[in-house]
């Protein structure tokens, strides 16, 4: 019952869409529903990345602390949005806060569980980069036009 | 022609500042009325050209709202020497008018479809009468949202309105900003991250969008948009450059064939968007 | 004689006409011999005209030189053209004055009296059609061009000889104009049976021509005046090909640009000797004590780096980007804007650039690479 749920949950979320069955079933087994309270930090710079975290519900702020002042706010993800991407690359720590804005529901893939399938069924490890990729590259482009600072002078 | 009697298109029409309001740190609207002459009628999206006694000229967008066309409204940043005389002016002080100057947003053209703002910054003040005028007739579209995205949380424009848009003119409205301190609850993140979700379920070739803001964040804005399915005939943006006499006469705001003065500010996407990544035209 | 529109006659000098002009109350403007180059001034009789003077022009050079003493015409456009009688390198738009509450503008226009334009050749002509086209958009009107262009009158010189920079066969705008003129004079055979073809262009031509010694034109007169266009258009050596302004277009990142900008010194002579550019902008001038403005239109070009300034800087940084603006402009994109070309082969900016750069060259490098 849980494991057909999070399966359900999987092939509902954009980032999954185009997964067949059979990978969706390998995923889901790695999978488990969390919450998270308004207010609430998801994970911390420096944690160990031991989970990614499928956005079903609710905004995440990506902060990054600094003495002497509040925590800056980098980047807001949410619904369909995938949180944490440092379980993919070593050393495998987190590199930034994660903290709920408001109620968060998501589906958090255990990373050792995750990388341990993509070792034993290459074919999923290149169907995860193949999708996940235009994801992160849309990140990327994003915060490149946000470091241009663009309505700083107009 | 009838050159002897006809109205010089260089010599101001005067105008008196009616009220003045700080809107951020460096920018500041104010209504204007005329002292010779009646009103003159405009389109949301065209501008005029501004003159400060003894300053000069320049161009800037209006924000009122046609359906008012009583009383212009101006929304000017203080960025040279200019536009720094037009927001030191007060309450009754005089300056002159020409215009109103130039390509409108064809709102009326859009109903029946999901009528899109994208704003940046200040670009929201070009908009500001197109979204009067979308709300005005909220019902015929089938959906007005608005997209805003500011460098942070302290300089978004015309705030309160635009929470009543969103809270009480049937807007779906989305802020975002490019860095915030936490207890910002609203997104993070240039406008581009937010456009799939603003379209929600529309039919994105039943959307329509004007985008106003920095020339780059218009330009992505564009490309995004035509690669979520919005018909590049169905996006305008608006564009700046510099402007001596608005009249097509001086040259300066030439891009590529275009007059920006005449021709523009407001263009179709599918016209100009090669244009836009062209360097240094 | 009773002349009309269309006729030709002959006649042995210019002088009557200017006489004529002079006592029709007409100021007449053509060319005199200022600081070693032809420039358009006020002329009060024919004697003013340089006469027996020729010139030697190439890229980065200009002479005026001796010709055939008794030609009238030899030499062909200087530095100047008419659009500073036209559109005035300085001109007051209005002025200002403080009042109590504000300030009161006043707009009256400058005078301009009833003006010949004595000598207009062929493609400067066309060079003020152009104008009338940009000052004129179908969206608004320059009142003070109307005016001045409704205040007029064009004699034009039909051109026998053509200089080294000259091009205009190629761009159909010379060596011999066919209409655009009230009247029109062709110099023929000045070494021996010396004579000036007059066609009459316009009923106020005709109204003036009324007056002069005049006798009809023959067919040996008609034959001459053919001859000596073919003569000036078979001198052309420079061309630019027909299809130029679709061949300028989609070039942006052309190498070409790169390689002209290290020799250009955007020093915006081109612009200033072009008589079509017609840039400009509007500088405010204040008394000491602030209570009289005044703003004044002035030239203008593409070619300085404020010319494009936007908040935060220009947009055409690139010395490339600001030749290439221009280049495209008058070739090309001027064509999408009023119909036509801006350039109308006249060859100053050729012989006017400090460095000799060739715009028939120029262009034909870009033009040449389909790719």
């Known amino acids: 019952m849980e494991l057909h749920s999070i399966k359900d949950l999987l092939a509902d979320h954009p980032v999954f869409k185009d997964f067949d069955e059979e990978t969706l079933d390998l995923l889901a087994g790695c999978g488990r529903n969390e919450h998270f309270a308004k207010g609430s930090l998801i994970y911390k710079e420096g944690d160990e990345a031991d989970k990614v975290y499928i956005i079903r519900r609710g905004d995440v702020a990506i902060e990054i602390a600094a003495p002497g002042r509040p925590a800056i706010v980098v980047e807001t993800l949410n619904q369909g949005d995938v949180a944490g991407w440092s379980w993919l690359v070593p050393p495998y720590r987190s590199s930034a806060d994660a903290r709920a804005v408001t109620e968060v529901s998501a589906v958090s893939l255990d990373a050792n569980c995750v990388r341990g399938k993509c070792d034993d069924h290459p074919a999923l490890g290149y169907q995860i980069f193949k999708t996940w990729l235009p994801h992160l590259t849309k990140r990327v482009r994003a915060q490149r036009l946000q470091l241009l600072d663009l309505y700083g002078a107009g | ?281 | 004689m009773q002349a009309a529109p269309g006729d030709s006659f002959v006649i042995s000098s210019p002088a009557p006409l200017i006489g004529a002009l002079v006592g029709a109350g007409w100021r007449v403007i053509g060319p005199q011999e200022v600081d070693g180059t032809i420039a358009y001034e006020e002329l009060r009789t024919a004697d003013d005209l340089p006469r027996g003077r020729t010139d030697d022009q190439e890229a980065g050079h200009y002479r005026l030189t001796e010709g055939r003493p008794e030609a009238w015409f030899d030499y062909v456009v200087g530095p100047q053209s008419w659009k500073k009688w036209l559109y005035p390198s300085r001109r007051k738009l209005w002025s200002a004055t403080k009042t109590a509450d504000g300030f009161e503008i006043d707009d009256r226009a400058e005078d301009y009296p009833k003006t010949a334009f004595f000598g207009v050749r062929p493609c400067e002509i066309a060079a003020i059609e152009r104008q009338d086209a940009v000052f004129d958009n179908g969206s608004f009107t320059d009142t003070d061009y109307a005016r001045r262009r409704a205040a007029t009158l064009i004699v034009a010189v039909q051109c026998a000889r053509s200089a080294a920079t000259c091009f205009c066969a190629s761009m159909n705008t010379g060596p011999h104009a066919e209409e655009g003129f009230d009247l029109a004079l062709t110099e023929l055979d000045p070494d021996g049976d010396h004579r000036f073809l007059l066609q009459i262009g316009s009923a106020q031509g005709a109204a003036l021509a009324d007056g002069l010694p005049l006798r009809d034109a023959t067919g040996d007169d008609h034959a001459t005046a053919r001859l000596a266009a073919a003569h000036a258009a078979a001198q052309q050596t420079r061309r630019l090909p027909a299809d130029i302004a679709p061949r300028l277009k989609g070039k942006e990142d052309h190498p070409g640009w790169q390689a002209v900008a290290e020799k250009c010194l955007h020093c915006a002579n081109c612009t200033l000797a072009c008589p079509t550019c017609f840039c400009s902008d509007v500088e405010d001038t204040n008394d000491l004590t602030g209570d009289h403005t005044e703003r004044w239109r002035v030239w203008d070009s593409c070619f300085s780096l404020d010319f494009s300034y936007i908040h935060g800087g220009a947009v055409r940084q690139d010395p490339a980007a600001r030749y290439r603006q221009w280049l495209t402009h008058k070739l090309s994109s001027w064509h999408d804007q009023f119909g036509s070309s801006g350039c109308v082969g006249c060859g100053r900016c050729i012989a006017w650039c400090p460095v000799g750069i060739d715009i028939t060259e120029e262009a034909a490098v870009i033009a040449r690479d389909d790719g």
């Open chain 2, 1 to 281: 022609m009838d050159a002897a009697n006809a109205q010089d298109p260089m010599v101001p029409h005067r105008y008196r500042v009616a009220e003045v309001w700080e809107e951020l740190d460096d920018v500041t609207t104010m209504s204007l009325l005329p002292v010779d002459g009646p009103p003159r009628p405009f389109k949301a999206g065209q501008f005029n050209m501004l003159y400060a006694y003894g300053v000069g000229e320049a161009a800037i967008s209006i924000s009122g709202d046609p359906a008012v066309p009583e009383r212009l409204i101006h929304t000017t940043r203080n960025v040279g020497r200019v536009s720094a005389a037009l927001t030191r002016l007060r309450a009754g002080d005089m300056l002159g008018v020409r215009g109103p100057f130039g390509s409108d947003w064809p709102v009326e053209d859009q109903k029946g479809r999901h009528m899109l703002f994208v704003a940046g910054g200040l670009g929201l003040a070009p908009l500001r009468g197109a979204v009067c005028q979308a709300l005005a007739n909220r019902l015929e579209y089938e959906e007005v949202s608005l997209l805003f995205g500011a460098r942070s949380p302290d300089d978004l424009l015309y705030r309160s309105q635009v929470a009543e848009w969103g809270a009480f003119s049937g807007a779906n409205v989305e802020v975002t900003v490019d860095m915030a301190a936490r207890g910002w609850t609203g997104h993070v993140g240039v406008v581009t991250t937010r456009l799939e979700r603003i379209l929600g379920t529309s039919d994105p070739a039943n959307v329509s969008v004007f985008i106003c803001g920095p020339e780059i964040m218009m330009r992505f804005t564009a490309q995004d948009l035509t690669e979520l399915g919005v018909p590049a005939s169905r996006i305008w943006v608006s564009m700046e450059r510099n402007m001596k006499c608005a009249l097509g006469f001086c040259g300066h705001c030439q891009w590529g064939p275009d007059f920006v003065c005449k021709d523009g500010p407001v263009f179709r996407y599918d016209q100009i968007g090669k244009r836009l990544a062209i360097r240094e035209i």
